[in-house]
């Protein structure tokens, strides 16, 4: 009998050892991929114009393709060089990484309950957009003006 006891709690040991290694990787893993939508959007975002012109309709996707490489070259500098910092207590900047010596925008901003819209308020005026996708890499802004963000690096 001492012997079956020997033989039984080493097992009894490495399989509670196994238990608890799976369960604190699973707990790890639901911890560090669960973030809110909020929380995606609070970092600094940089206008993708390569993402944009994807998504623009037909004809304005026309349009853009008779512009020079000049004119292409320019539109993206100056897209690209706008820094939007959207702070985790709902403020935001929008900065000129280029320019320096242009202010700040700065204001507030707020995502909707159901995640579809982004208010954003500055100098008195107030803008509501309709977010399409929202992610840690990338956000989408539907509508006349609409933008693809990614990342600031």
Known sequence: MYLCIEFVVP?????????????GLLIFVLFSCDSSPKQHIAKKWRISVEEMVKLLPKDKRELYNKYTEEQKKEAKLAMESAIWEFKEDGNFELTNKNDKSKPKIKGKWSLSEDNKSLTITSEGKQDVMRVSHI?????IIEGENGF???PAK
């Open 148 to 150: 693809v963000f990614v």
């Open 135 to 139: 992610s840690a890499n990338k956000l």
């Open 11 to 23: 097992k009894f040991d490495v399989l509670m050892k196994q238990k608890i290694v799976v369960l």
